[in-house]
């Protein structure tokens, strides 16, 4: 079942920040979490393994609240360069092989 | 480093044909990969899931005989598309995991097939 993904777009200024949810309705080992610009294959960012973690890749960090099975992707001081769809992708503790389920995408539109 | 490749980035094909898309992991071995396909502006939906030296498992609703996928090496999975047809045209996406601590999926270039 795919993870909900909140909101599905969001317009930012350049300097900006943003937040974007991922949400499961199955216990989490982890989240991982992609950026897609038009036309390109998805760009990992980062990975979460423990409730309560967070990670960081440039000015954009990531928690995750194991308990609540849901994880928040941080955008600061947007840049131009963050614009894209970001998707979480999440491997369920019952999921064998690393599957992933991947949410519908956040678009994500930096404007200078 | 964790570089996937996939070839190739495009392919034009007429109905009926077989197309195949190649996966490899250039400088890590990966026991296992990943077979997704997305249309456009939706998300990515998970196929299959290549196991080296064993067979595949396809996601529900995904055809086996329609979307057959080997992987024969550690660095290569093929997932080649079978009398392909019109409503195949999409962007074919292989991960490949690495394993560790942290157990990172990397995703290869994408192929985009367009069927006549």
């Known amino acids: 079942q795919q993870p909900v993904q909140s909101p599905q777009a969001v317009i930012l200024r350049e300097g900006e920040d943003a937040v974007i949810n991922c949400s499961s309705s199955?216990?989490?080992?982890?989240v991982h979490w992609y950026r897609q610009k038009h036309g390109e294959a998805p760009v990992f960012l980062m990975i979460l393994l423990k409730g309560g973690e967070q990670k960081g890749h440039e000015k954009i960090s990531a928690s995750f609240n194991e308990k609540k099975q849901q994880s928040s992707l941080y955008l600061t001081a947007s840049q131009l360069s963050y614009s894209g769809t970001y998707f979480c992708g999440t491997e369920a503790t019952t999921d064998s092989w690393g599957k992933l389920q991947f949410g519908a995408g956040t678009q994500v539109v930096v404007t200078p | 480093g964790a570089v996937v490749s996939q070839h190739p980035s495009w392919v034009i094909c007429k109905s009926g044909t077989s197309v195949k898309i190649e996966c490899r992991s250039l400088d890590f071995q990966a026991t296992t990969m990943f077979w997704y396909r997305q249309f456009p502006k939706q998300s990515l939906m998970l196929m299959a899931t290549?196991?080296?030296?064993?067979?595949?498992?396809?996601e529900q609703g995904v055809e086996k005989d329609k979307f057959l996928i080997n992987h024969a090496s550690l660095t290569l999975s093929t997932l080649t598309v079978t009398s392909a047809h019109p409503e195949d045209s999409s962007f074919y996406i292989c991960?490949?995991?690495?394993?560790?601590?942290?157990?990172?999926?990397?995703f290869g270039p994408g192929t985009r097939l367009l069927v006549l």
């Open positions: 290549s196991n080296e030296g064993s067979k595949a498992t396809y």
């Open positions: 199955k216990a989490l080992y982890s």
């Open positions: 991960s490949a995991r690495v394993s560790g601590v942290q157990e990172t999926q990397y």
